[in-house]
């Protein structure tokens, strides 16, 4: 380690801290008579002028701002990565798991000799570790495993890689196309059994999540047999309700080769609202290797009505189609766009209509705007620059604007965090101050309180009260106020910034359904994302409730009891959020649930209920024969090789002579201002101390 002293000043500064130094030594101590006897007084002089010199010299280089800089070398192990694939599938082909964690035990500990070794399981995601090595995940993805690796490890001195794994995944993408960004090659340990075995099973089921009552829906079920030419089973689709199987269809297939795939399309009805379960079934055959994946459950939820929104425009824009597509993200809504000059149809059908840079100038849209209040539809203003102000002020009652022309602001968005109409997700919130600027009318913005802010606009670095985007209160006319142009700007950004459109969508997705969403007087209501989620997703209710006066308050313990199909009960007590509850019940078995919640607020008590269901993940069971074919492309084309459960004593010596297993030396180099050393404080308080005590001792004072 060697160290280098620098200031920002030139070199001669030094020159005059020495100066400085000596000459307040000196000035001191050259005339001073009160230091000890005639003969020691010289010494003890220049012993108190040299303590007092170099405390001084020290004050005034500190004030230099001088830094020290050291540089170190160190000799860094190369990383040996282990990944073993956790999934169930790997289990089927294994004879003895606990045979083979005692192995992948003893391959860690070789390594660990000239290593640093790094384990983790992946599955349905990337664990670090390998505690949890049980191999129940139900999903492989092993391409997010590769990627989130790299993100991991890039840039650091990282060996080799090693997935354990049958080469089965069935989600994300061909781990093939994933670039190896490590540069480390990679050694495949190659599990499972390659023999495929007589078999017959559903490979997929393709339906919509969503459909509407009384419509019809398509189930479109993937076949294939294997080695059963000639058998002829039977193929049913049958609808549960509450443990009842009702069979709607059934159909037979004549298998015509050792290798067979083919493809039914169940057409059905869906003839009541709710999620509905439905369950595709194949007759088992003898001789079959597993019976697990002839089945597959279905849950779809019936809506019973689409809710239709026109969005009125006064002229084309960028903005329109920007807005069309986040609603449209949600299948309960469907968009119609129409200009204000081509205006057709009855106003009255819609559930919500959008008004953008209307009223115009050019387009008043009285009737329009007399048909909205008559049948009180919901309605959405977006202000732009063809926006008439005057006309503006007079149809709400929310922002009043006083401008005297046509003028903008650049403006970006801040958020309130007093807002309680309805929540964002945190991740979320933290994009919009950094979303590009929209333009909001110049003038001066009166608020009313029949209003609440989600977003208020900020101009350059000054945060102002202007609103952005605002609301109406419950309880009243639903209108929501968007004071700015060009939000397809923040879709584009919100892209770039987060590889998703998440913010911009839930935003203009939560508008949507605050504003169309009936008025809801129950003062304890629990809401939750989805209705239909699979096994390796948490449950999670979220709860609001409202005093007399309609304000948000959550002083009370809210409680739930989530209910099997079976009669199990599941308690569980909500937790306090600022203003609201929610609830993280984890996870639960395959089925259809209901809720019970309630709440006792000032001696009353207040009730929700709802339901859900939890598909069933059988996607390890609907492949079970190994790929090594795929470990074997991913290892050569990575510079590594493709090796057996039996060979790790082969793969641990090929690691060791590989040249990219090798250690190297880093330079460090830290640099840190002197002036926060804490031993330069305590020198000069030494140098100060030792001077004043030879003067006390001398007779100095």
Known sequence: MNFQLFTDYPSWFWLLCVVCGGVYAVGMYYREKKIGSAISAVWWKRVLAALRFLAVFILAFLL?????KSRSNQTEQPIIILAQDNSSSVAQGLKDTAVYQNLIADLQKSLNDKFDVRTYTFGETLKEGMEGMHFQEKSTDLSSALNELNNLYQNLNVGAVIIASDGIYNTGSNPVYVKNDLGAPIYAIALGDTVQKKDIRITRVLHNNIVYLKDKFNIITEIEAIYFRGANPKISISEITKGNVKIIS???INVSGD???????WEISADAPGIRHYQVRIQSLEGENTTDNNIQ???????????????????PHPD?????QAIESNQNYE???Q????LKGNIGEYDLVILHQLPSSKYQIQDVLNTLKSKNIPLWIITGSQTSMSAFNKMQNLVTINSAGQSANEITATLDNGFNLFTLNDKNISVFPKLPALNAPYGQYTVTPASQVVLYQKIGSVNTKNPLLVYSLPGSEKYAILLGENIWKWRLYDYVLNTNQDATNELISKTIQYLVAKNDKKQFRVSQSKNVLNESESVILDAELYNDSYELVNEP???VVIKSEDGKDFPFQFSKTTKSYTLDAGYFPSGNYTYDAKVVYNGKEYKDNGAFSISPIRLETINTTANHSLLNQLAVQSGGQMVYADQLEKLVASIEQSSSAKPVMRETIKTQSIINLKWIFFLILGLLVAEWFVRKFNGGY
Not at 64 to 68: D, I, T
Not at 320 to 324: L, M, R, Y
Request: glycine letters at 2%; hydrophobic letters at 45%; zero cysteines.
């Open 64 to 68: 230099l701002n001088p830094f020290l």
């Open 250 to 252: 059934e159909k037979n």
């Open 259 to 265: 290798q067979f795939n083919t493809n039914l399309n």
């Open 297 to 315: 459950d279905i849950y779809i939820e019936v809506l019973d009505a689409r809710q239709k929104i026109l969005f009125l425009a006064n002229s």
């Open 320 to 324: 329109i189609n920007a807005i069309k």
């Open 335 to 337: 968009v119609e766009i």
């Open 339 to 342: 200009l204000a000059g081509e």
């Open 557 to 559: 313990d809210a409680t």
